[in-house]
């Protein structure tokens, strides 16, 4: 924990208040007490309603919250120290706001400081609303009224009240307390007119009452709390040692005057007391203040009354701030024990996750190398799996139910040719696909590479290897890399269509800008029968990712797994919707994907980054090797089981998702059951 940071001594013949909290000079303007303070930062981002009444995702606002916990845990700054900064990332209902605002009212002494970034709305009452995690346009229900807010902040002890908002129509707050006072000068009035700054509020607001917050580049702080950030990280080379929040009020003006926006977005802010002259935080141009040791054996009395004392810097940041959202046991108490389940995004969320099959074995055989994953269409209580590694093998795996995993793998099932002899030394099968009726598989293998049906009782091959366009061969017989080709298969719900996507691109496709550009063949037939290659499609990955596995919805629609690993980072692992309308375009006869129209490629948008799944409390989630999130790991297999059938994601679809160990022990076999709303 860092040490608390000591108030400047006052001047020679000044008296010590009773907080031992200095009286402003001159020169150095009374600052706030960070040691006596407590700064409560709250963000929303991961909204989760239905497309058509749902709030869009912000980003932006785990930026926010990162940037700010950052800027006030700086002791050349802030100077807060580690306990007294307190974030609250997507709270599940509003009692769980005004829970944590009136404990940190109770903490806080001399100032408390509470910021909100998240959607804002405005009531058929015309008054400012704030947003959760599961609010809805046209549902005032889930939303959060801001005369609660009003009201835990009222319980409040302490001196000051500082409320940051970061939301659309935030001046609604000033509106709606009364006359602003946003006028430039309105520090130095309040310098000619108070001698002591003991009580009051300051209220900043990131808009006017009538106007929207914006948030234009999902990866950085929306533009207000950026901004701020910005204004506080840099400091002002013309001014004191300290900031007041009338000077940082006046630099965010002149700094957000020069942003390209939508529209105009000027900040806002209410002074109560004239408490625009307190010394807000140190002044980062500066050399930092000295830190005289305070007169001992100082007792704080309560002040006079033990008025409440208000500081609310309203900061009404952003149309939907993206508040970074910081460890879950960052909390102002000890939170209650988190487990590793919820939104990972609107759209999609961690049910269960399971290491149980981990280094183990079934007759002698390890369950390791699993790398692709199949539904027979119908039944979903059981799971086929196939390993990479030598020989190929199909494991058969009891789940449990999408919410409550209970792994069982079952005698392995080897894969041979027709006649019973070995395929070869390394198989190396990436994908499976379990065809109607459940007696066959098609699987695709790297090695060759080569696409081939099997018997699943049997194991053996049924019938030769399906054709492969000549470009997927390896060079010099194609343009494919080794150990790069067929990873993912899909067979649609109907048995028309099989899709086989390549990991890595053609020699003559290249990437554009490492977005890597891949092909995906389509072929045609029925199933236990025979496939012809038909339409091939264009797919680009995002930046440095590859095309591992991929899901038929239906017969034009995909979902697309996509990998990365990167040394000392650890892995990123995303799945997109992608669309294969009448508009897609076959690009068979293209020499090269390299420099073609991007309309020409297939439309995918992100369903869920796994990073974004909630890991729960510390341990929750073992880790192996660095990862950003313990969740994480090399996602290799996918498959779409059925509908969840109770809980708050009744009515998704559930994904199964397995990490490839490659039988290591520094990797970990772990799988995942995803609700996904398509």
């Known amino acids: 924990m860092t040490e608390p940071v000591v108030p400047a001594a006052p001047a020679p013949d000044a ?35 239905p497309a058509h009444d749902g709030l ?47 404990e940190a009212g109770t903490r806080a002494e001399d100032t408390l400081i509470v910021y909100y970034a998240g959607h804002g709305l405005l009531g058929t009452d015309q008054r400012l609303y704030l947003t959760l995690p599961t609010s809805r346009l046209g549902r005032p229900a889930g939303w959060v009224d801001t005369r609660h807010l009003r009201g835990a902040i009222e319980k409040s002890s302490a001196r000051r009240v500082v409320l940051i908002l970061d939301c659309c129509f935030s001046g609604k707050w000033i509106q709606e307390e009364g006359e602003s006072y946003s006028a430039p000068d309105s520090a130095e009035l309040a ?152 939104d990972c995004s609107s759209r999609a969320a961690l049910l269960d996750h399971s290491d149980v099959l981990d280094k183990q074995e079934v007759d002698n055989e390890g369950v390791e190398g699993l790398s692709g994953l199949a539904f027979a269409p119908g039944r979903h209580n059981n799971v086929f799996a196939i ?37 070869g030394r390394w198989f190396d099968g990436e994908a499976i696909a379990v065809e109607k009726g459940g007696r066959t598989a098609l699987v695709a293998s790297e090695t060759g590479p080569a696409i081939r049906r099997f018997d699943l009782d049997s194991g053996l091959q ?29 067979l649609t719900p109907s048995g028309t269509y099989l899709y086989v996507g390549l990991e890595s691109p053609l020699a003559q496709d290249g990437d554009d800008r490492g977005k890597n550009l891949l092909r995906i063949q389509r072929y045609t037939g029925t199933p236990g029968g025979t496939y012809t290659l038909d339409h091939q499609y264009a797919y680009r ?82 880790l192996k090797g660095t990862q950003a999130n313990p969740l994480l790991g090399n996602v290799e297999g996918m498959a779409l089981g059925g509908t969840v059938s109770d809980g708050p994601y009744r009515g998704r679809r559930s994904l199964l998702m397995v990490t490839d160990d490659n039988g290591n022990a520094q990797q970990i076999t772990r799988f995942y059951s995803i609700a996904v709303r398509l």
């Not at 200095?22 to 006596?36: H, I, S």
């Not at 058969?396 to 392995?412: D, F, V």
């Not at 979902?559 to 000392?568: H, N």
Request: with cysteine; proline share 10%.
């Open 15 to 49: 008296t010590p208040t009773p907080d031992s909290t200095p009286a402003r000079t001159a020169e150095a303007p009374q600052r706030l007490d960070p040691a006596r303070s407590v700064c409560l930062l709250i963000g929303v981002d991961a909204y989760s309603g």
């Open 56 to 102: 869009e995702k912000l980003n932006s606002v785990k930026h926010n919250l990162a940037g700010l916990r950052k800027v006030f845990l700086d002791q050349h700054i802030g100077g807060f120290p580690e306990g007294r900064v307190i974030t609250l990332p997507n709270p599940a209902a509003a009692p769980e706001i005004m829970d944590a605002v009136e």
């Open 191 to 342: 310098l000619s007119t108070l001698t002591q700054l003991d009580a009051g509020t300051y209220a900043l607001t990131s808009t006017a009452h009538n106007r929207l917050s914006h948030a234009p580049d999902p990866d950085t702080c929306s533009a207000f709390t950026g901004a701020l950030v910005n204004v506080l990280t840099k400091g002002d080379s013309g001014g004191g040692e300290v900031l007041t929040l009338g000077e940082v009020f006046r630099l965010l003006r002149k700094t957000m005057s020069t942003m390209s926006l939508p529209e105009r977005q000027e900040p806002r802010a209410q002074d109560e007391n004239g408490l625009s002259a307190l010394g807000f935080v140190r002044n980062a141009a500066k050399p930092p203040l000295p830190e005289p040791t305070p007169p001992a054996e100082v007792v704080p009395a309560p002040p006079p009354g033990r008025l409440r004392r208000k500081l609310l810097v309203a900061l009404a940041v952003g149309l939907a701030l993206g508040l970074a959202a910081p460890p879950a046991w960052d909390r102002l108490r000890p939170p209650a024990h988190a487990e590793a389940r919820g």
């Open 387 to 423: 390993a990479d590694n030598e020989p190929g093998r199909i494991f058969p795996i009891g789940i449990g139910t999408p919410e409550a995993l209970r792994l069982r793998a079952q005698r392995a099932t080897t894969l041979r040719k027709a006649d019973g002899s070995e395929l």
């Open 462 to 490: 049924k019938g030769p290897d399906f054709p492969l366009p000549k470009g997927f061969r390896i060079w010099p017989d194609g343009g494919a890399m080794a150990g790069r080709t067929t990873e993912s298969l899909a």
């Open 541 to 622: 990955t995002d930046e440095g990712l590859g095309l591992v596995e991929l899901v038929a919805v239906d017969d034009h629609r995909l979902l697309a797994l996509e990998r990365q690993y990167s040394a000392g980072l650890g892995n990123a692992i995303r799945v997109k919707n992608v669309l294969l309308g009448p508009k897609a375009r076959d690009v068979t006869g293209e020499k090269s994907l390299y420099d073609m129209p991007a309309d020409e490629f297939l439309t995918s948008t992100l369903l869920f980054d796994l990073a974004d799944c909630p890991a729960g409390s510390p341990g929750e989630v073992a």
